[in-house]
């Protein structure tokens, strides 16, 4: 039982530092408000999947494991997808200052 609960200790040190470097990295404001939100909603689903997944019987923990983890890579792409759009525009928009200064 300690090695599960220092994993678990272990895992929720990881998240919580991750969180605090991705919201650091983040290069505009509107990213940054993105970063918060997606990661409250990632903590939020996260603590209702450990509850579901502390009081579920054991058939019904691993059905429930499958769409757990493709939901899972399913916000991982969108949070992907959407940070590098956010940073396009961002660069979109500095581009067109640059331009808009040069002629």
């Known amino acids: 039982m300690k090695i599960a609960t220092f994993l678990l200790v ?3 040190i ?3 530092l ?4 991705t919201v650091r ?5 509107k990213e940054r408000a993105f970063a918060i939100r997606i990661s409250l909603f ?3 689903v996260g ?18 494991l499958l769409p757990v983890f493709f939901a899972a890579v399913t916000l991982a792409k969108f949070w992907r997808n959407s940070r590098d759009r956010l940073r396009r525009e961002q660069e979109e928009r500095l581009n067109l200052e640059r331009m808009k200064r040069v002629n």
Do not use: D
């Open 10 to 12: 272990g895992l929720l």
């Open 14 to 16: 990881y998240a919580i």
């Open 18 to 21: 991750s969180t605090h470097f």
């Open 25 to 29: 990295r983040c290069q505009s404001e």
């Open 42 to 44: 990632s903590w939020v």
């Open 47 to 64: 603590f209702l999947l450990a509850l579901a997944f502390l009081f579920l019987p054991n058939k019904q923990r691993v059905l429930m």
